[in-house]
């Protein structure tokens, strides 16, 4: 009676961890990516999102969309996905191509499955090993995770090993279309954050911003322009939202602070600042970055 008592107890802490599958494919559901230059802090914030759906060979597909954000209302179509009901996610490039494996979140620890590359420069082939299999707790949400490491065949035809970590119902932690770290040369990819109808369900633990943007970035930096003379210092916006302005000295010390409009310009007379070499900081929700400019 006692070991029957112990089993139902046993069987009922099991039932408790087994998951309803969490699907990719979710009305309003969204990424924010970082990628980044390896050599050199250049970074800027990739967006995806759902489109329409599409009917292929009898089996349907939701279209994926891709915009940067720093132009956020030009959207692409960087391909299709499919769920197949079993925790498989299917990839492919356009309608007329083919379909491949980009994520099996059915596998247990110790399996080994071979992802082929997804195209448009996202992923590469690899065979993938499930190292453990955990659940974890995102926003609120037990999810399972599945971590796993890839012998990867990079675009320079090179193979090495890399890590990643899958997360059910949101994709890799290096991106949704970066199922492993492809050692691109150049560039590497992060996830920041992942939101469903704009509430996070993931949100990058070593960051506090959806959003990522280098100090150089020279795009940027075209859209709010800081310009000096003789007397004064102007602040131009061509941006498209207000945008934040702060100026401090090298040591920290804030000197002023206030917003401009979108195209609009607010100039300061330097005869009210510290004479030396300030930093301005322009931050908007999509972007910040920062200029040194000489108070004279």
């Given at each position: 009676?006692?070991?029957?008592?112990i089993?139902?107890?046993?069987?009922?802490?099991?039932?408790?961890?087994?998951l309803?599958?969490?699907?990719i494919?979710?009305?309003n559901?969204?990424?924010?990516?970082?990628?980044?230059?390896?050599l050199?802090?250049?970074?800027?914030?990739?967006?995806?999102?759902?489109?329409g759906?599409?009917?292929?060979?009898g089996?349907?597909?939701?279209?994926?969309?891709?915009?940067?954000?720093?132009?956020?209302?030009?959207?692409?179509?960087?391909?299709?996905?499919?769920?197949?009901?079993t925790?498989?996610?299917?990839?492919?490039?356009?309608?007329?191509?083919?379909?491949?494996?980009?994520?099996?979140?059915?596998?247990?620890?110790?399996?080994v499955?071979?992802?082929?590359?997804?195209?448009?420069?996202?992923?590469c082939?690899s065979t993938?090993t499930?190292?453990?299999?955990?659940?974890?707790?995102?926003?609120g949400?037990?999810?399972?995770?599945?971590?796993?490491?890839?012998?990867?065949?990079?675009?320079?035809?090179?193979?090495?090993?890399?890590?990643?970590?899958?997360?059910e119902?949101v994709?890799?932690?290096?991106?949704?279309?970066?199922?492993?770290?492809?050692?691109?040369?150049?560039?590497?990819?992060?996830?920041?954050?992942?939101?469903?109808a704009d509430?996070?369900?993931?949100?990058?633990?070593?960051?506090?911003?959806?959003?990522?943007?280098?100090?150089?970035?020279?795009?940027?930096q075209?859209?709010?322009?800081?310009?000096?003379?003789?007397?004064?210092?102007?602040?131009?916006?061509?941006?498209?939202?207000?945008?934040?302005v702060a100026?401090?000295?090298?040591d920290?010390k804030?000197?002023?602070?206030?917003s401009?409009?979108?195209g609009?310009?607010?100039?300061?007379s330097?005869?009210?600042l510290?004479?030396?070499?300030?930093?301005?900081?322009?931050?908007?929700?999509?972007f910040?970055?920062?200029?040194?400019?000489?108070?004279?």
């Amino acid at each position: 009676m006692i070991k029957k008592i112990i089993f139902s107890l046993l069987t009922l802490g099991c039932a408790m961890h087994v998951l309803a599958q969490q699907p990719i494919i979710e009305a309003n559901k969204t990424w924010n990516i970082a990628q980044c230059a390896s050599l050199g802090d250049v970074c800027t914030t990739n967006c995806y999102k759902f489109g329409g759906t599409v009917e292929v060979g009898g089996k349907n597909y939701t279209e994926l969309l891709f915009s940067v954000i720093t132009k956020p209302t030009e959207w692409s179509s960087v391909g299709f996905l499919r769920e197949d009901g079993t925790g498989k996610v299917f990839y492919r490039l356009n309608t007329s191509s083919g379909e491949v494996l980009l994520y099996d979140f059915s596998l247990t620890a110790g399996n080994v499955v071979e992802l082929p590359s997804v195209g448009s420069g996202q992923c590469c082939s690899s065979t993938t090993t499930v190292d453990s299999v955990k659940v974890i707790n995102y926003q609120g949400v037990d999810r399972k995770t599945l971590y796993v490491s890839s012998k990867n065949l990079n675009s320079q035809g090179d193979y090495g090993k890399t890590f990643s970590v899958w997360i059910e119902g949101v994709g890799s932690k290096l991106g949704l279309l970066q199922p492993t770290d492809c050692l691109y040369t150049g560039s590497y990819f992060y996830l920041l954050c992942s939101s469903v109808a704009d509430q996070l369900i993931y949100q990058r633990s070593q960051t506090s911003s959806c959003t990522i943007t280098s100090v150089n970035n020279e795009d940027l930096q075209r859209e709010v322009v800081i310009s000096s003379n003789a007397g004064n210092l102007a602040i131009t916006n061509n941006s498209y939202e207000p945008v934040s302005v702060a100026l401090y000295t090298t040591d920290g010390k804030l000197q002023c602070n206030f917003s401009v409009l979108q195209g609009a310009s607010e100039s300061i007379s330097k005869s009210s600042l510290v004479s030396g070499i300030g930093i301005v900081s322009v931050t908007s929700t999509r972007f910040a970055f920062s200029k040194k400019v000489m108070i004279e």
